[in-house]
């Protein structure tokens, strides 16, 4: 993480777009129609301008890898419904990054209203971003991440639809104060991902028929070499999330990496990560588990990750110090029986995974530490009849 990064204690005000810029002054606006360059009118712009596009789409035959890269603060808005489609060598439809290796992070990004589809990359990437809003896209069909912002602070990811990816809808990785507020996610391995952050808040989203819901991960599934870009991860609030029929095909071909072994079926998986609250949400109609807390040792076992063989990157593998409180349970497990010795109204809606069902001498499997359990209920519908409580293993929060 460069040193231009601010630190957890700033705070992202709600209702935030972008933080003003010393050229605020003197902004202009810039109009893009049909048959011009949007690359074209981002390079002319000043730092702090505003790039308008009105309604067409748009093909970049410029070289390089994105479609549209932005190396400075600026506003990129869509005047209607505006589609960047890739050209031939385009990776990435809108690509936010410093101009070169080693440059300060670009404070001030505001991309609202587009839709992205159809790069075999990222739909918007950011990277080394400082206050920012991503607000009002469509992102379709971008086969590794719809949107993905890492190695940034401080910004809100807001009312945003998509899908059709092949590792994530959303994925906020090695990033600082990021709200992700109101989006509509679906059709991919994992709705909203979360790695090797710290200050992350979850509300309000609509997280629905991917093969893992919400995928909060270990720090070995980020990619990223370690040392981590903070000495202290977690802190994410998962509050109000509406998290239903996860039961989408993982339409990954298996053995390739990670990703590829996500098992459909699940609402919420916590896999090895520490200090996560998840309050008040409504987890429904995942045929394998709704919340499962699961050893990120014990989920890759038998795998190329396999910890018997490779101490994994960050550690620890246990879930720790995870408050799970207030959320409302409907309609999981249907599809599936749950592992031996585990009760099937703990399997059904909170799995809490290690020895309790599985031990194998040399392998380092736990439940963790410090997690806890409270005031959760079970909706009583035809498909999940009562009992209407959750098993007395299960600990209580204070």
């Known amino acids: 993480m460069k040193s231009a990064r601010v630190s957890s204690c700033a705070v992202l005000v709600l209702g935030l777009v972008v933080a003003s810029t010393p050229t605020a002054a003197t902004a202009k606006s810039i109009t893009v129609r049909p048959g011009q360059s949007i690359q074209a009118a981002v390079d002319a712009a000043a730092p702090g301008d505003t790039v308008k596009v009105m309604s067409g789409d748009y093909t970049e035959t410029h070289p390089g890898t994105a479609a549209v890269r932005i190396t400075k603060p600026l506003t990129l808005t869509a005047n209607g419904k505006v589609r960047i489609l890739p050209s031939p060598g385009q990776r990435d439809g809108i690509l936010v990054e410093p101009a070169n290796p080693g440059d300060p992070d670009i404070y001030g990004v505001e991309i609202k209203g587009f839709t ?36 940034s602070a401080n910004g809100q990811v807001k009312k945003n639809v998509a899908y059709g990816s092949q590792d994530s809808a959303l994925w906020v990785e090695a990033s600082e104060n990021v709200r992700v507020l109101n989006n509509d996610l679906h059709h991919s391995p994992t709705g909203l991902e979360i790695t090797v952050s710290k200050e992350i808040t979850v509300e309000g989203n609509n997280v629905h028929d991917n093969t893992v819901g919400l995928g909060l991960y270990h720090p070995a599934a980020a990619g990223l070499a370690s040392p981590w870009p903070y000495p202290e991860l977690g802190n994410w609030h998962i509050v109000n999330n509406d998290v239903h029929d996860n039961n989408f095909p993982n ?107 599985l031990f194998l001498p040399g392998h380092p499997f736990g439940t963790g530490t410090g997690n806890c359990f409270s005031g959760n209920k079970l909706i009583k519908t035809p498909r999940n009849p009562p009992p209407l409580t959750f098993p007395d293993p299960l600990p209580v929060c204070d």
Request: net charge negative.
């Open 251 to 357: 339409p990954l071909p298996p053995g390739g990496s990670e990703t590829s072994a996500l098992p459909p079926g699940i609402g919420v998986l916590l896999l090895g990560v520490d200090h996560v609250d998840l309050q008040k949400n409504r987890v429904e109609s995942n045929d394998f588990v709704g919340m499962a807390l699961v050893d990120w040792c014990l989920a890759v076992l038998g795998t190329g990750f396999d910890c018997t063989s490779t101490t994994p990157d960050g550690g620890d593998s246990t879930p720790d110090y995870n408050q799970v409180i207030g959320n409302k349970f409907a309609d999981n497990h249907i599809d599936t029986s749950p592992p031996p010795d585990v009760s099937p109204l703990q399997a059904s809606d909170i799995l809490n995974v290690g020895f309790e069902w």
């Open 116 to 151: 992205v589809q159809g790069f075999s990359h990222n739909g918007i990437w950011l990277v080394h971003v400082n206050s920012f809003n991503i607000e009002n896209n469509e992102l379709i069909n971008n086969l590794e991440n719809g949107i993905w912002p890492t190695l």
